[in-house]
């Protein structure tokens, strides 16, 4: 078992308490690009890239259900649902959102993305982690992510590294983790900025010819971070 694997919480879970939707929606995307099942569009957009891939993920019940509603069966028993199904739906609503390419924000405004967010926010109240009435981070909640990120610190590279262990990563440090794990996917997804250098950074002796615009002004940079894997894709 990795480090990261002994964390309690998924990842989903720790990127919803660190730093709300967005960062669980982030996770589960590239959750999803790590399977294969989605890939970056047009730029600043994320597309289905196997269509089979769906076939792995729950069905997303009616509209509104909750997810520990009882089952039909006799004994009308509600099934036990952990942070690893949760997240399996934030998974399957954002993968089925995507009958289209979309961008983060369009995914996290969706309704499916948000009736699965609210389900994994669940899940925390449940377990202490939110204070009410506005379910955000207590300081149980803040006390763990400062202890989860002292262990497990930004990864210099992705080299070697597991799935699970990247998302983990991703969701304790974010746009940093992003640039180091998935540097291009995560550009040209739209999950990270460009970074702009002007002539401060450019060295001195440094040709500015055509090549970044001809104009020597700046121009933008997108991995922001060492790859650590050569010049594969991620």
Not at 4 to 24: D, F, Q, Y
Not at 109 to 130: I, N, Q, T
Not at 152 to 174: E, F, M, N, T, V
Request: glycine share 14%; hydrophobic share 40%; aromatic share 4%.
């Amino acid at each position: 078992m990795t480090a990261a694997g002994s964390v309690r919480g998924t990842p989903h879970e720790i990127a919803l308490l660190a730093g709300g939707p967005r960062a669980a929606v982030t996770v589960a995307v590239v959750a999803l690009h790590l399977r294969g099942a989605v890939e970056a569009g047009a730029p600043g957009t994320i597309l289905i890239a196997d269509e089979g891939a769906g076939q792995d993920l729950p069905p997303l019940p009616q509209a509104g259900l909750p997810l520990d509603t009882p089952a039909d069966s006799v004994e009308g028993q509600a099934p036990t649902i952990t942070g690893a199904v949760r997240a399996s739906y934030l998974e399957s609503a954002v993968y089925h959102c995507l009958d289209e390419p979309s961008d983060i924000r369009e995914l996290v405004r969706h309704p499916d993305v948000r009736w699965a967010l609210a389900e994994v926010r669940v899940g925390l109240a449940d377990a202490g982690m939110l204070r009410y009435p506005l379910l955000r981070p207590n300081r149980a909640a803040r006390r763990r992510l400062k202890m989860l990120r002292k262990a497990h610190p930004l990864p210099p590279s992705r080299r070697g590294l597991p799935d699970h262990d990247k998302l983990i990563a991703i969701a304790l440090h974010g746009v940093p983790a992003l640039r180091v794990l998935v540097p291009r996917f995560a550009l040209r997804a739209g999950l990270t900025d460009r970074v702009k250098i002007t002539e401060k950074n450019w060295p001195r002796h440094s040709p500015r010819g055509d090549t970044y615009g001809g104009n020597g002004g700046y121009f933008y940079c997108g991995s922001g971070g060492g790859g650590g894997g050569g010049g594969g894709s991620d």
